[in-house]
């Protein structure tokens, strides 16, 4: 019913915890040299843009969804479940198991497709190193 307050609310998190990362990151002048790594490190700021897109994404399809089924509705409380408190309790029990895996969920992916991605730059890396020898 209200699944996807929950990635939204991470969502929000994310895109505040990105931003402050880029400011950050523009500060800051080139990485050192004793990293070996260079041009090839990947900033937490890009890595945070791909999180923060992925649960918007879910978050606008799943809102779409439960605007096509009837559970968002343009009127206050604008959730249908909050009119009665038994669907009420329903609704937060999903968004406390339904929703939180979800966020979970698309937190892990995005964390092993990070680890994946920093694991073929640094490939990618010593590859071009030993070609330049």
């Known amino acids: ?3 996807f307050l929950v990635s939204a ?17 523009e500060s800051q002048v080139d990485l050192p040299e004793s990293t070996g790594l260079g041009e ?5 700021s890009r890595k945070l843009k791909w999180l923060s897109n992925m649960l918007w994404g879910g978050v ?12 968002v509705v343009p009127w206050f409380p ?22 939180v ?10 964390f092993v497709m990070c680890r994946v991605v920093d694991s073929i730059a640094v490939r990618s890396a010593a590859e071009a190193e030993v070609a330049h020898r």
């Open 60 to 71: 606008i399809l799943l809102a779409f969804e439960h605007i096509w089924h009837g559970e």
């Open 9 to 25: 609310a991470e969502a929000v998190v994310v895109t505040v915890m990105e931003k402050n990362a880029q400011k950050k990151e």
């Open 78 to 99: 604008f959730l249908a479940a909050m009119s009665d408190p038994a669907d009420a309790a329903e609704m937060f029990y999903e968004m406390a198991t339904v929703g």
């Open 40 to 44: 090839h490190v990947i900033p937490l």
């Open 101 to 110: 895996c979800m966020a979970m969920l698309i937190t892990v992916v995005w």
């Open 1 to 3: 019913m209200a699944c």
